[in-house]
Every structure is written in C-alpha cells, then in structure tokens.
C-alpha cells in the first residue's frame, strides 16, 4: 500500500528548526533550552507540526518529512 506524501507542506523558519530538532532525537526540554524557548512553546509548535504533516506522532512527522524531501 502506497501512501502518498503531500509536495505543498510550507514550514516557518521556526517549525523547521523544531523539525530538525525532533528529527535529532531531542525532547522538548532539550528544543526549549537549545533555542531559548519555553517548553510549552515547543509543543505548540510540535503540535503544528502534527497538524501540517496529518500524523500521530513525532516519528510520523519525521518520516513523512523525510519522504517529502524536507529533510
């Protein structure tokens, strides 16, 4: 079964670099304190992300980031 990866997901220069973070392993703690964020900043934003890629968790994200060619 093939599934398809939507071309036209558009990223703020801040959700790729959580994107970039996450995709590095980071937790939330670890995003927030590298960038200078409040934790709960960070899961908004990783929220979004789930949002815009239509997945279920962060390894989804990820995953269909890296078969859009946006990592």
């Known amino acids: 079964m093939e599934e398809t990866i939507s071309k036209d997901i558009k990223l703020t220069r801040r959700e790729m670099t959580i994107l970039q973070e996450v995709a590095l392993g ?4 670890q995003i927030a ?3 200078g964020l409040s934790p709960e900043t ?3 934003y ?3 992300l789930l949002v815009k890629f ?9 995953r ?3 078969l ?3 990592l």
Do not use: D
């Open 26 to 29: 980071r937790t939330t703690p």
């Open 33 to 35: 304190k590298n960038l």
């Open 42 to 44: 960070v899961k908004w």
């Open 46 to 48: 990783r929220k979004q």
């Open 54 to 62: 239509s997945a279920a968790t962060s390894a989804e994200v990820v």
């Open 64 to 66: 269909k980031a890296i």
């Open 68 to 70: 859009s060619n946006i």
